[in-house]
């Protein structure tokens, strides 16, 4: 050993022996004395306070009559600081009522960087309060329970309508000539934006109301999974049902337009009850319905929100207020579209005989035609409509040579 080292350790312990004794100096001393109540709380705390090395105080016994004064209320954050120090009560008051701070990002990137937390308003069906609070009443309240109660509804008014009535029959026998109810493009373009649409309900349904019947039987991990990638999919799957809504839209619009016939085929509820079709056009008034409100009313409200809800609209700046009024639009049009496509796509299936054949391979028998769409078979039989449309099935034998039982 050197002499530095023996130099430090005698150092060390010199001063080691120095701070004992002065610490036995000042017990000592305060032994001989007797102390106060006070102090012997005092003494008590200072053993843990020096150990933490932090001593807690409560801001409002520093100043405890600094609230008496009349503009206590009023004071900013600097002002309340020379009072009670540590009180930042002023600042969180700003932040709460959703005042903007500083913030070195761009608006036109960011435009509320420097906002914690949204102002106080009040959306239809929530209270007044922040934005967020807002949002979250009107989704939670309202949106989900009131949504997934029509869903089930309507479903089981479908389950009960086919029990009670089952599919509907022909009641004349089939002729074996048939006639071109749907193109090519026509199928091609409805089943783009079905096979869509069923993405989209499925994917919705799940991100919606999957916690409630599907998170507890597959846990979290397995949900987050799969919610995450039925997002993915509902995300992708949106635009395409855009497209298709458009192409879909143009493509029928002609057969669409309503007619004197279509009141009297809805104060009859289409013959549904009677078991006795009321005549009509190509398309009766309850496609009809379903076509302006819902592929037209609804499908123009649903993709527009949902547009927003992507971020693929340009130029719009996208700030919190306007995705919550997005998301509260997008979830009720949807709810609304989902349950009013339930019973077109019930009719279309195992609601009507030979209804999803027509839409699968694009005929139907004479008989179908005279009996579901007795007004449009008339004319084609008087020759102003053309029993075969598309010119690839008339290069192929037209649609004689159609043998498919419908």
Known sequence: MNRSSVMKQIKTQLMGALIFGAAFSVSAQTAAKPAAPESKAVAAEAPQAAALGVKSANIFSIAPDANTDPKYADQNNGERDKVQPGNNAPMWRQVGAGVNGYTSLPASVAPEAGNLIQPFVQYPGSKLTTAGEAWRQVRNNWIIPYGGSLLLIVTLAIALFYYGK??????????????ERFTPLERAAHWTNAIAFVLLAVSGVVMAFGKYFILPVIGTTLFGYFTYFLKNVHNFAGPLFAVSLIIVFVTFLKDNWPSKEDITWLLKGGGMFSGHEVPSHRFNAGE?????????GLGVIVVASGLVLDMLIPGLIYERSTMQIANMIHGVSTVLMMAMFLGHIYMGTIGMQGAFSAM??????????KEHHELWYNDIK???????RSPEAVAHGGAASTSASV
């Open 288 to 296: 009809k319905v379903v076509f302006w409100f819902g592929v037209l």
């Open 360 to 369: 699968r391979e694009g005929y139907v028998d004479e008989t179908w035609a």
């Open 382 to 388: 008087a020759g102003k409509i053309p029993a075969q």
């Open 166 to 179: 089952g599919t509907m029959k022909l009641h004349g026998a089939e002729t074996g000539r048939k006639i």
